[in-house]
């Protein structure tokens, strides 16, 4: 029999309990990682940062979280801005593949095109798009068909036209109305499209101008002035990322503007009847939610719709306009003082 000394003994005593620590740290360690492995991918893109398209990422990941999919926990959420870029767009849709994402947001409809491109396979849902039917991404709204789906931003043009004509007290009878966008877009140009058959039929005459980015703003509104008796702006990403310098280049040239997207009222326009983006993004983050849980197919969700809210008018830049503002509409509208 080998007889071990006291000292002999602590040593080895003391080097199992090392190696059983190691292999526990070692488990620990592979057992964090499985855990993390484990989370499902979701991939969420945005075109550009603006207010428009901030609202709807939060709002999809705001409903997701309220769903029991909250970042980190249940679902690993990749959130990619391509900064305008269409080649970053690729690469990241890309990016989201090579990731084996179980599902992807694409907020705008470049966004979702580009992602559209990219995959058939991993389900795609998307808000801030205009048509998905223009986009090409769908077959039809109500059966898309294929591996998309999600809400569209279409404002109520009509309502807007009407508005207009209300606010400008009738000029339009003599005056035509100027139209600036982004004419890149198929979003923007599907709504010009709809504006200019509204137009039409009330007798209304229609002056365009291309703004296809952030730097042709200035020329495209300084060709209106003296020209038009208002602007209305359908929603566009180069408009939308001008919303200040929009604002102040239409007070200085005194014409009121009248814009799809509220989000320019708030920096300084004059009015618009929009949907909301935020709940855009939760209306999203549900689909996309039911998509996760099994519940649903893009290519048998049809695409859903928002009703339009109010009105909603910016008191001080009628003011610094010089437009008095009806009573009927002042009182039916929401207003920021």
């Not at 080097?15 to 620590?21: D, E, N, R």
């Not at 139209?179 to 709504?191: K, L, T």
């Not at 695409?303 to 910016?314: E, G, V």
């Amino acid at each position: 029999m080998i007889r071990l000394s006291s000292k002999t003994f602590s040593t080895c005593a003391a080097a199992v309990i090392a190696a059983l620590a190691l292999a526990g740290c070692g488990e620990e360690k592979t057992t964090s990682a499985q855990e993390k492995t484990a989370l499902i991918p979701v991939g969420v893109v945005q075109l550009v940062e603006h207010e428009a398209l901030d609202a709807t990422v939060r709002g999809f990941i705001d409903e997701l979280s309220a769903r029991g999919f909250r970042d980190g926990e249940k679902i690993r959420i990749d959130r990619q801005n391509a900064q305008g870029d269409q080649t970053t767009l690729a690469n990241i849709g890309s990016r989201f593949v090579s990731a084996k994402s179980e599902l992807i947001f694409a907020s705008s409809t470049p966004a979702l095109q580009a992602m559209a491109r990219s995959t058939k396979s991993i389900p795609i849902v998307a808000t801030a798009v205009t048509s998905f039917e223009a986009a090409r991404v769908v077959k039809s709204d109500k059966a898309p068909g294929g591996n998309v789906t999600g809400v569209s931003n279409l404002g109520p043009i009509a309502d807007q036209l009407a508005l207009l004509v209300e606010l400008t007290g009738e000029k339009t009878r003599t005056q035509p109305v100027g139209v600036i966008f982004n004419p890149s877009e198929v979003n923007a140009e599907y709504q010009v499209e709809k504006f200019r058959a509204e137009a039409k039929a009330r007798g209304i005459t229609v002056v365009e101008a291309a703004a296809g980015s952030v730097n042709d703003v200035p020329q495209a509104i300084a060709s209106m002035k003296g020209k038009v008796c208002a602007l209305w702006l359908p929603t566009d990403n180069v408009l939308a990322s001008a919303a200040a310098n929009v604002a102040k280049l239409a007070i200085d040239a005194k014409l009121p503007v009248i814009a799809s997207d509220s989000a320019l009222v708030r920096s300084g326009s004059l009015a618009s009847i929009s949907v909301d983006y935020y709940e855009l993004g939760r209306m999203t983050g549900s689909i996309g939610a039911d998509i996760l849980e099994g519940k649903k197919k893009p290519a048998d969700t049809p695409i859903a719709f928002q009703s339009a809210r109010k009105p909603l008018l910016n008191l001080k830049t009628a003011e610094a306009i010089g437009l008095a503002i009806p009573e009927k509409i002042l009182a039916e509208s929401d207003k920021i003082q």
